[in-house]
Each structure stands twice: as C-alpha cells, then as structure tokens.
C-alpha cells in the first residue's frame, strides 16, 4: 500500500447474504460501506424463485388453487382470495352473499396473523425479544380457527372458485367473538411493551422515511403508504367481497418513517377486529358456492383485480385463452415492489438501519421471489 | 414530570412489568409433544386413507379416477380391471406418492363416493423415499408410526 | 379487434401451413386459423369456425377521446372488457403516452409491467403496463405489440416503479428495455440461458449447463 494516512477510508463492499437472521428470508443485500454508513445497497433476489407463473399456465383454474397460498406463506388466505376473485370476474359469476361475509372475516383474520408475525420478527430485528413469544402465542389462536375451518394452517387453500368449499363449523361465530374480545388486550400489551419504549422508539422515529410522493413513483402500497399520508386503501377505494357494507378507518400518519407504519400496522390489526366484530354478527343464511360448472372455462378475455394484502396491493393478471388452462397469470406481488424502495429508504443511515428498514418493509420473500 | 419518567426508566419498567405479569404459570402455552399429541381438528387434512365399507370389508372406491384428474401434481394413479359379473369397474392397485403431496385436499373433494379422506394423522415419517409412495394396502390401513415411551 | 389470435391472415402469407400440424391436425387439414382450442369439433365437411376473440367493446370516455386527439395513429384501439378499458397502441409512442398520462390524466402509479407471449403471432410479445390514477380512482391499461428482437424504451424515466419489474420481463422473456439504468437478470441466477416465460420452453427445461456447473446435480430434475 502506499502514502495513506492511518484514519483514510475507503468504500466497502459487504454482502448481507442469503442465510441471516434478520432478512426475513433468503435475500441478499450488498451493502456499500462507509464506516458503518450505508451509501447504496444492491438488493440481490431470487433464491427462492419457483416458477409459479409458468405452473400457472400447466394446471387447470382449480388445480392452481393451492399453489397461490405458497407465495405469501405468512398470510396464505389473502392469496388465495384475491386468485379467486380474478377468476370469478373472468368468468363473470356471482359469489353468493354468505360466502362473501365468510371470506371477510377470514381474510381479517389473516391480516391480524400477518401483522402480528410481522410484529414479532420486527421487534426481535431490534433486539426485543419478548413480543415475538407473545405475538406468535396470539397467531397460534388465530391459525386454531383457520384449522378448524380448512384443515390446515398454514397454507389453507380455504376458498375456492366460485364461493366455499367448507361450511363453516360449528361453533364458528362464537370463536371469532371469542378471540375478538380476548385480542384486543393483547394489542394493548404490545402497545405497552413497545409504543412508549425509549429504546424503539429511538431505533425507529426518523428511520428509512420515505415520502408520500417517492411512495407513489416507487409503486409502494399498503402500510407503508399508509405511514406516509396517503389515504389509499383498496378495500375503500375499489371494494371488494362486500367490504363496501363495513364500518372501518383507514390509519394514516404523516412523517413515513419507521415508527409510523409500527403504529399504523397495530391500528389495522385493531380495525381488523372491528370488521371481524361487524361481519360475525351479520353472517346471512343462503349457498355457498355460486354457478360454476364443473369444469372451469372463461371466456378468452383478460382481467386484473387486485386486493388489498397484508403487504400492499397484491394483484392478479389472467389472461385466458378460452381454454381451462390460463393462458398467462401474472401475480403482481407488493413485497417485489416495496423493496425496490430499499435503496431509496436506507441512503445514509447505518447498518442497523437496514435491519429495521427490511423489517418494517413487512417482506416475505416467497412473494417477492415467487 | 417527563425529565424525572425518563431518568427513573418508566417506559422500560412499564415493559418490564407486561414481562413479569406473563411469567405466571397459567400462561405456559408450551406443547410437550411426544408425551402429550396435540388434538387436531376434525377437518385437519393429514395422511391420506382409503375408506372401507364396514359392513362387507370391501373398499369403497369406484375406481372414477376423478381424484386422480383433480390432483395438481399428478402423483395419484389408478387402476382397475372391469368385472363382467356385476359390469362395473373394480379397483385394483392405487397408488399415491405422499412425497409430492401438497395436501391440498383436491382428491378429497373430487372423490364423489368419499372413499378417499385426508386423516388427521400427521406423524408420516420414513426412512426411505419409496416408503414415501403409499400402495392401495398402506393407504387403508394408514401409517403406523412407532410409538415411544416416555 | 382480433388481435389476441391474429390467424395473420391479413399481412403474413399463411404461416398456418407450417405451423398448424401442431394441435394433433384436427380434422380437415383447413386449420386455416393457426389457433388454438376452439377446434371446430371432428365434423371434417364443417366450416373452420374463427379463432374466438375477446369480446371487448369499445371504450368511449372522457379521457379516451383526450388520447385518441393526442396520438391519434398510435392509438389502434381503445376498448374495455368486463368493465377494465385498455388501450393498444404502437410500440414506440407507448412512452409518450404513459408521459401525457402522468402529467396531464394524473396517472401516477404504475402498477405493473408485464408481458404476454404469443408465439404464433408475427408480434408475438404482448407488453402491457397497468396504471393507476389516485385522484381519479381508476385504472388503465395499456399494451402494446413487439416483435422479437425488437427493444422498447424503457419506463424507468417516467416512473420509477418499472426498475425492477422491466428487469423482470428481461428475466421471464427475453425482452431489452432499450436505456434501462440496469438491465440484468432479477429472479434467476445471472448466468443462465434461457427465458422460461416464453411459450416455446417447456416447464421442464431447465439450464442444465449451469445446474452442472454450480450444483453439481447432473440433471435438472
């Protein structure tokens, strides 16, 4: 090495790699370092890439149906809605009313699942270690009632083209009241734990802030636009499965920092249980499955329909060529795009700031690799 | 009022106190599994059977093959010869590979007669992946796994 | 409007002798109509029946006839189909268009870019890009046909959202984005061959040559 001073630095190039606690996943993220001072990232993805759009046009409408659940495993129930209300508005069928309401208060309760996993990963990031066991112990609840309903927990496959494959169980209505009135302390717990804590929020106000504006050019939806000021929600702006007939608000904050999408993320799980609170007690009689033939034909045609995931606007594409096979299905996934704003968001902060920013992006890498 | 909160920590005792008030026993939520099985629910969708009629012995698949044509990933087959006494279709061997199963419940759904079912047996494992495609007997009888004493 | 299955009777010389053999020749060798699963049932004397197409109807609005004044010849159809318009328009004023869009009908979010292929058409890429405006509450699409090889300006400098999913469609089909800040592989490994979207490979290649060389597996599957 020549003349360098002893203090001279220069750029360093350090890989955040695949396998790390804190990428929610397997993502890669080069970071360009300055010291501890980030000057750009390279987000590299792609690991756990499985092809979905091209088995999407190898299997039948129906047969697809499972496959949905596994991109955004955390909140497999959105999913899956938002495939079948592509598919029902190609063909063009009417989903009865009851399945309607059903589909509300399940994919509700998604959203509290996928928030509070949120939470807890999110918080164990910044070194909380506590409310990732409380947050999973209120998830377990949640995924009880999405076993008892589908069979499974996870990956639920619980609607299916057209309305229900399940009626509900027994019992349903008054598990749902039930963890209505038993959640609601509980977010008041994360709230005490974490909302007025010194340490979050010095690790979180003035984080990765990003404006209502940049949001808009990046193409970021859902909470993150939320936390900037935008007043956005699909399920107000284009309802969907009857979310026109229920009464909830829509949180926003101003400043798009870190902070504010943590507060605006536990005032949706809050509102989630409004929506749940009104759709239970209004749960009207009738069929489950609309007209649907047994065998799955649109007409050639193509729509779009998106719905408002836990993540963002996760939107459907099926482009159909009249046969029972789609001719091209695209998944428009918000976790894809909100992380392009990774660059944009961690520019000059620390490496401890990527953490929470990766964080409070809420991304699941199935979605975001497909 | 806010300098003395922040120099006595309350934010953080106040957390610190949610902590404590969860250390009381009732709130141990830990399963010890091999002990204690958890009790899935009814429409849990776990190993596959196939059903039998209780009454003659005789098994109830109509050898459709609707199941098959449901699965996503093929992975059912069936065959059956047919039975010029009685006209109808009679199964001979069914074979489904559990290692590709997504237990997605499609099969369920399509058999009309409910013969095949998705259990709520869970416990599936093997020590070889061909003990993983289960055969017409495996499938009616269901997986056995080896019970341990704890 | 049937450009979805262009039997390309109108400009390219019958490709159909050459490509039609493919769907197991249903009867009659007319196949005329190099397209897919409407056959005309095994009636061998019965008329070829057209290639169904979409049925859209035309959409006539406000913001319709603002385009079609603005771009006029570039603009080949407007029309909406279950209640979702889209609009086709040539290949290189698809920019300008998404520029008045944004500036003038306050179309500010660029929701998707994607592609369609349809490989027996001479155009055979469907580029489509759908767009969002906030204060209108509405939603738009607009696509475009290209040709193999041929390479769009990219969307980058209109809307910074099309990063990342332009460089998706170079991963998925093969197209360049002609100006793109970044154009490379997003989703699989940079070195790899191949465009899986594309209707002419199946689900089952896989680039077996790098596979060989960086898993060690010696077939894909």
Known sequence: MSETTFLDSTELVLNMGPQHPSTHGVLRVILKLDGEKVLGTDCVIGYLHRGVEKIGENRTYAQFNPYVDRMDYVAAISNGLGYCLAVEKLLSVEVPARAQCVRVILTELNRIASHLLWLGTHALDIGAITPVFYCLREREEALKIFEKYCGARLTTHAFRIGGLQYETYDGFEQDIRDFNKWFLPKVDEYEELLTNNRIWVGRLKGVGILSGDECKEYGVTGPVLRAAGVKWDIRKALPYSGYEKYEFDIPIRENGDTYDRYIVRMQEMRQSVRIMAQAVEAIPEGPIMGKVGKVIKPAVGEAYVSIEAPKGELGYYVVSDGSTQPYRLRVRPPSFVNLQALDRMVAGGLIADVVAIIGTLDIVLGEVDR | ?150 | MADEQKPGGSEAPPPSGSEAPKPAAKPAADAAKAAPPKPAAAAHPAPPKPPATMAATPWDSDLARDLKTHFAESITETSTYLGQSFLVAKPDSVIPILEYLKLEADFDYLVDVTAVDWPKRAERFDLVYILYSFSRNERIRVKTHIAEGFKPETATGVHLTANWLEREVYDMFGIEFAGHPDLRRILLPEEWQGFPLRKDQSILKQDDRWVQENLGIPSGQ
Request: one cysteine or more.
């Open chain 2, 1 to 150: 009022m806010s300098l003395l909160k922040k120099v006595f920590l309350v934010d953080l005792f106040q957390g610190l106190w949610v902590t404590f008030r969860n250390q009381h026993p009732k709130y141990i939520y830990t399963e010890q599994y091999p002990a204690e099985r958890p009790k899935v629910a009814e429409r849990y969708r776990g190993a596959p059977r196939l059903n039998i009629n209780p009454d003659n012995g005789e098994t109830l698949c109509i050898a459709c093959n609707l199941c098959a044509l449901a699965c996503p990933e093929t992975l059912i087959v069936v065959t059956s010869e047919r039975n010029e006494a009685t006209k109808r279709k009679e199964l001979t061997t069914f074979t489904y590979d559990t290692s590709r199963c997504m237990f997605c419940g499609l099969c369920e759904d399509a058999c009309p007669v409910d013969a095949l079912e998705l259990t709520q047996d869970f416990e599936m494992a093997t020590y070889t992946r061909e003990g993983q495609i289960w055969d017409r007997q495996t499938l009616e009888e269901g997986p056995k796994p080896t019970q341990y004493k704890c």
